[in-house]
């Protein structure tokens, strides 16, 4: 069942399409990066991804693949080559190109996560995002990175069900964007716990950096 008015929309729900083929999930994300040095620095000493593997790329021998895991075995590698200069300028996107990429963080370490930033003096914004929570900075090629975590437990294996839900509770609200309270009521429905997590207060609006 769509929940959606205009049935020229596309629905919007957990169900698995009828679809040529259905995928299990992410493998990994390849960026186009600058060089190894300024790569690592970030998303290793910075994010705290472990490198776990560099080699040439199988296409292109001349340019080394660094794969970092993003702590839940999903990878993010990167094209990266000697001599090329990274370009901290904030990224202007166009059709097909990279927004921004959201790593997920535990929220009991948010003042760990902050202090971290700073440390390195990695600029941040910080918002309250009704659903989630969030930390916005950018690397060293200006590409915006989103540093989130959940205002409720929400399952890993649950979680496009418990969003296509309250998906469906914002819809009926006739809310603008999903609130809170339509997450809430959506776990509450399908029997999964509710359990809020403790996070400051934050302004809600534009992310990115200032």
Excluded: C, W
């Excluded at 904030?90 to 996560?113: N, W, Y």
């Amino acid at each position: 069942m769509s929940d959606n008015t205009n049935d020229t929309e596309p629905p919007v729900t957990a169900e698995r399409p009828d679809s040529a083929f259905h995928v299990t999930g992410t493998d990994h994300i390849t960026l186009i990066g600058s060089n190894v040095e300024d790569t690592v620095e970030f998303y290793r000493d910075v994010l705290g991804m472990p490198l776990v593997l560099k080699q040439p790329n199988l296409d292109a021998p001349h340019v080394t693949h660094l794969f970092f895991d993003t702590g839940d075995g999903r990878i993010i590698t990167f094209f990266v080559e000697e001599g090329r200069q990274s370009n901290p300028a904030p990224q202007r996107t166009g059709i097909g190109a990279v927004h921004h990429i959201s790593f997920r963080f535990d929220p009991e370490r948010i003042e760990e996560v902050r202090a971290g930033l700073e440390e390195r003096g990695r600029g941040y914004n910080e918002f309250d995002r009704s659903i989630f929570y969030s930390l916005y900075t950018s690397d060293h090629n200006g590409l915006t990175i989103e540093l989130t975590t959940d205002k409720f437990d929400v399952p890993d294996d649950r979680r496009g069900e418990v969003l296509a839900l309250a998906q469906r509770k914002r819809v009926e609200a006739g809310a603008d964007y999903a609130k809170e309270e339509h997450l809430e009521a959506a776990l509450e429905e399908l029997d999964i716990p509710v359990e809020p997590v403790d996070l400051p207060d934050a302004p809600t609006g534009a992310g990115g950096l200032d």
